[in-house]
């Protein structure tokens, strides 16, 4: 009998996602394309969010009682090269702390699949 992990445990744990995390929005914050979004946020908050978040999206505790990824972007205007961006540094992120790549491919249809609601695409 075979028992499936979440994404979460084969990610390495919350550990890894609070690791993740912060090494992203280092990203994030020398992206131009989309560091203004960031400049009035209070970025420690944005990671403890974030790491929730994430912990809840990839089969974690049910912690995270924040906004919807719609709600939450709502009124940010944001355009593909955004989500795009946003994307790419979370994938390069995992590359880079050597996460195995299906584990990144089952991260990067996560990701994908939420594109409609943080652009506010109506389906």
């Known amino acids: ?35 203004s979004y960031f400049k009035h946020t209070n970025m420690q908050s944005q990671a403890v969010k974030q790491k929730m978040f994430l912990s809840h999206v990839f089969g974690g505790k049910d912690t995270y009682n924040g906004k919807s990824l ?14 795009e961006a946003v994307a790419k540094h979370l994938l390069a992120t995992l590359h880079e702390l050597k996460v195995n790549s299906d584990v990144i491919a089952e991260v990067a249809l996560t990701v994908y699949k939420s594109k409609d609601d943080v652009l506010n695409i109506k389906t």
């Open 1 to 35: 009998m075979t028992t499936h992990q979440s994404l979460l445990h084969r990610l390495g744990g919350e550990d890894a996602v609070n690791a993740a995390v912060d090494l992203f929005y280092k990203k994030v914050l020398a992206d131009d394309i989309i560091n």
């Open 70 to 83: 719609r709600q939450a972007h709502k009124y940010m205007k944001l355009e593909n090269k955004h989500f």
